[in-house]
Protein backbone atom coordinates (compact mmCIF):
# COMPACT_ATOMS: atom_id res chain seq x y z
CA UNK A 1 0.00 0.00 0.00
CA UNK A 2 1.17 4.04 -0.89
CA UNK A 3 2.03 6.31 1.08
CA UNK A 4 -0.81 9.15 1.18
CA UNK A 5 0.79 12.30 -0.33
CA UNK A 6 2.30 14.36 1.68
CA UNK A 7 1.29 18.27 2.47
CA UNK A 8 3.73 19.64 -0.05
CA UNK A 9 2.88 17.22 -2.88
CA UNK A 10 -0.89 17.76 -2.17
CA UNK A 11 -0.34 21.61 -2.47
CA UNK A 12 1.70 20.98 -5.98
CA UNK A 13 -1.55 19.09 -7.64
CA UNK A 14 -4.52 20.68 -5.64
CA UNK A 15 -6.95 22.12 -8.44
CA UNK A 16 -7.63 25.46 -9.47
CA UNK A 17 -11.56 26.86 -8.17
CA UNK A 18 -13.77 27.78 -10.88
CA UNK A 19 -13.38 31.53 -9.44
CA UNK A 20 -9.40 31.35 -9.42
CA UNK A 21 -9.41 29.91 -13.33
CA UNK A 22 -11.89 32.71 -14.03
CA UNK A 23 -9.64 35.51 -12.63
CA UNK A 24 -6.64 34.14 -14.30
CA UNK A 25 -8.02 34.03 -17.73
CA UNK A 26 -8.44 37.94 -17.10
CA UNK A 27 -5.07 38.74 -16.25
CA UNK A 28 -3.22 40.43 -18.99
CA UNK A 29 0.13 39.70 -20.27
CA UNK A 30 2.47 41.32 -22.84
CA UNK A 31 3.93 39.79 -25.63
CA UNK A 32 8.16 39.85 -27.39
CA UNK A 33 6.77 43.52 -28.65
CA UNK A 34 5.29 44.80 -25.62
CA UNK A 35 1.63 44.22 -26.67
CA UNK A 36 -1.47 43.39 -23.61
CA UNK A 37 -3.51 39.97 -24.18
CA UNK A 38 -5.98 38.63 -22.09
CA UNK A 39 -4.85 35.21 -21.32
CA UNK A 40 -8.66 34.16 -21.84
CA UNK A 41 -7.97 35.70 -24.92
CA UNK A 42 -5.36 33.90 -25.92
CA UNK A 43 -6.59 30.24 -25.28
CA UNK A 44 -10.02 31.04 -26.39
CA UNK A 45 -11.25 27.97 -27.94
CA UNK A 46 -8.10 25.92 -27.88
CA UNK A 47 -6.39 22.95 -25.38
CA UNK A 48 -3.84 24.93 -23.88
CA UNK A 49 -0.74 23.89 -21.98
CA UNK A 50 0.52 26.75 -19.96
CA UNK A 51 4.38 26.50 -19.15
CA UNK A 52 5.27 28.83 -16.37
CA UNK A 53 8.68 29.22 -15.97
CA UNK A 54 11.03 31.13 -13.08
CA UNK A 55 13.07 34.01 -13.92
CA UNK A 56 14.74 34.58 -17.50
CA UNK A 57 18.19 34.11 -15.95
CA UNK A 58 17.11 30.36 -14.38
CA UNK A 59 19.37 27.62 -16.36
CA UNK A 60 17.35 24.88 -15.31
CA UNK A 61 14.18 26.80 -17.32
CA UNK A 62 16.44 27.09 -20.26
CA UNK A 63 16.85 23.20 -20.29
CA UNK A 64 12.80 22.69 -19.82
CA UNK A 65 11.79 25.39 -22.38
CA UNK A 66 14.53 23.40 -24.69
CA UNK A 67 13.41 20.06 -23.87
CA UNK A 68 9.91 20.70 -24.51
CA UNK A 69 10.40 22.37 -28.05
CA UNK A 70 12.60 19.52 -28.98
CA UNK A 71 10.06 16.91 -27.41
CA UNK A 72 7.12 18.15 -27.70
CA UNK A 73 6.98 20.54 -31.66
CA UNK A 74 4.29 21.96 -32.57
CA UNK A 75 4.23 19.31 -35.65
CA UNK A 76 3.67 16.75 -32.95
CA UNK A 77 0.77 18.32 -31.01
CA UNK A 78 -3.23 16.78 -31.53
CA UNK A 79 -5.46 18.92 -33.49
CA UNK A 80 -6.45 22.47 -31.42
CA UNK A 81 -3.91 21.82 -29.06
CA UNK A 82 -1.37 24.74 -28.43
CA UNK A 83 1.78 25.46 -25.64
CA UNK A 84 2.56 28.70 -24.57
CA UNK A 85 5.53 29.50 -22.16
CA UNK A 86 4.73 32.89 -19.37
CA UNK A 87 7.52 34.08 -17.63
CA UNK A 88 7.36 36.31 -14.60
CA UNK A 89 10.03 39.14 -15.84
CA UNK A 90 8.73 42.00 -18.47
CA UNK A 91 8.38 41.68 -21.95
CA UNK A 92 12.21 43.20 -22.96
CA UNK A 93 14.32 40.12 -22.93
CA UNK A 94 11.51 37.78 -24.47
CA UNK A 95 13.21 37.86 -28.25
CA UNK A 96 16.66 36.86 -26.61
CA UNK A 97 15.19 34.44 -24.34
CA UNK A 98 13.87 32.44 -27.94
CA UNK A 99 16.85 32.17 -29.36
CA UNK A 100 18.84 31.19 -26.51
CA UNK A 101 16.47 28.19 -25.89
CA UNK A 102 15.26 27.75 -29.26
CA UNK A 103 11.82 27.97 -28.21
CA UNK A 104 9.39 26.63 -30.87
CA UNK A 105 6.35 28.04 -28.98
CA UNK A 106 5.08 31.92 -28.32
CA UNK A 107 6.58 33.41 -25.15
CA UNK A 108 4.64 35.96 -23.07
CA UNK A 109 4.84 37.08 -19.63
CA UNK A 110 3.10 38.63 -16.28
CA UNK A 111 5.51 41.42 -14.90
CA UNK A 112 2.89 41.87 -12.12
CA UNK A 113 2.96 38.18 -11.42
CA UNK A 114 -0.43 38.46 -10.67
CA UNK A 115 -1.15 34.83 -12.41
CA UNK A 116 1.51 33.65 -10.19
CA UNK A 117 -0.06 34.52 -6.75
CA UNK A 118 -3.62 33.40 -8.82
CA UNK A 119 -1.89 30.10 -9.14
CA UNK A 120 -0.35 30.06 -6.15
CA UNK A 121 3.05 28.99 -7.13
CA UNK A 122 5.68 28.88 -4.59
CA UNK A 123 8.83 30.88 -3.80
CA UNK A 124 12.16 28.96 -2.86
CA UNK A 125 15.36 28.81 -3.93
CA UNK A 126 15.49 25.71 -3.22
CA UNK A 127 16.99 23.25 -5.98
CA UNK A 128 15.29 19.71 -6.01
CA UNK A 129 17.25 16.82 -4.54
CA UNK A 130 19.69 14.38 -6.66
CA UNK A 131 17.48 10.85 -6.36
CA UNK A 132 14.56 13.81 -7.53
CA UNK A 133 16.13 14.71 -10.72
CA UNK A 134 13.37 15.41 -13.46
CA UNK A 135 13.90 14.30 -16.82
CA UNK A 136 14.66 17.33 -18.54
CA UNK A 137 17.36 17.71 -16.39
CA UNK A 138 19.44 15.15 -17.73
CA UNK A 139 21.01 17.43 -20.50
CA UNK A 140 21.10 20.67 -18.26
CA UNK A 141 24.83 20.00 -17.00
CA UNK A 142 26.73 19.92 -13.92
CA UNK A 143 25.44 22.68 -11.37
CA UNK A 144 28.66 24.89 -12.17
CA UNK A 145 28.13 24.87 -15.41
CA UNK A 146 24.39 25.82 -15.16
CA UNK A 147 25.66 28.47 -12.79
CA UNK A 148 27.72 29.84 -16.03
CA UNK A 149 24.94 29.37 -18.32
CA UNK A 150 22.83 31.98 -16.15
CA UNK A 151 26.16 34.47 -16.00
CA UNK A 152 26.23 34.39 -19.35
CA UNK A 153 22.56 34.31 -20.10
CA UNK A 154 22.71 37.84 -17.39
CA UNK A 155 25.78 39.12 -19.35
CA UNK A 156 24.55 38.93 -23.07
CA UNK A 157 21.38 40.85 -21.44
CA UNK A 158 22.67 42.99 -19.02
CA UNK A 159 21.01 46.16 -20.38
CA UNK A 160 17.80 43.34 -19.77
CA UNK A 161 18.75 42.37 -16.29
CA UNK A 162 17.01 44.22 -14.48
CA UNK A 163 13.26 43.01 -16.48
CA UNK A 164 14.43 39.42 -15.58
CA UNK A 165 11.71 38.53 -12.88
CA UNK A 166 11.97 37.46 -9.09
CA UNK A 167 15.06 34.69 -8.58
CA UNK A 168 12.81 33.27 -5.48
CA UNK A 169 9.41 32.89 -7.82
CA UNK A 170 8.89 29.48 -9.46
CA UNK A 171 6.37 28.50 -12.42
CA UNK A 172 4.68 25.26 -12.75
CA UNK A 173 2.11 23.54 -15.71
CA UNK A 174 -1.58 24.38 -16.30
CA UNK A 175 -3.49 22.72 -18.70
CA UNK A 176 -6.67 24.16 -19.73
CA UNK A 177 -9.40 22.22 -22.19
CA UNK A 178 -10.24 23.99 -24.94
CA UNK A 179 -13.98 24.44 -22.95
CA UNK A 180 -12.45 26.10 -20.33
CA UNK A 181 -12.28 23.46 -17.54
CA UNK A 182 -8.63 23.33 -15.82
CA UNK A 183 -7.22 19.57 -16.35
CA UNK A 184 -4.46 19.56 -15.02
CA UNK A 185 -1.98 21.57 -12.55
CA UNK A 186 1.38 21.48 -11.16
CA UNK A 187 3.33 23.73 -8.77
CA UNK A 188 7.33 23.99 -8.75
CA UNK A 189 7.88 22.90 -5.33
CA UNK A 190 11.84 23.51 -6.16
CA UNK A 191 13.46 25.37 -8.65
CA UNK A 192 14.24 22.37 -10.74
CA UNK A 193 10.88 20.81 -10.51
CA UNK A 194 9.17 21.42 -13.63
CA UNK A 195 6.65 18.58 -14.93
CA UNK A 196 8.57 15.88 -16.44
CA UNK A 197 8.25 16.35 -20.35
CA UNK A 198 7.27 12.58 -20.62
CA UNK A 199 4.39 13.16 -18.48
CA UNK A 200 3.71 16.11 -20.41
CA UNK A 201 3.83 14.25 -23.94
CA UNK A 202 1.16 11.49 -22.38
CA UNK A 203 -0.95 14.44 -21.02
CA UNK A 204 -1.10 16.58 -24.25
CA UNK A 205 -1.41 13.12 -26.42
CA UNK A 206 1.61 14.03 -28.48
CA UNK A 207 2.53 11.87 -31.54
CA UNK A 208 5.24 9.65 -31.05
CA UNK A 209 7.55 6.70 -32.94
CA UNK A 210 5.43 4.35 -31.06
CA UNK A 211 2.01 5.91 -31.51
Known sequence: ?????SAEQSAARTPLSPSELAEALQIEVYDAEGKTHALGDLIKG???????????????????????SRSIPPSKLPPNTQVLIIGNGSYQPIKKYADNTSCAYPIYCDPTCKLHAILKFKWTMKEGSADDQKDYMADAGTPFSRVLDGLKCGLGQIHHVIYFGPKGLNGGEVIISADGACEYVYRMQNATDHTNVSELVSLLGVKTEET
Open 1 to 5: MSAPP
Open 46 to 68: QRSALIFTRHYGCPSCHAYVRAI
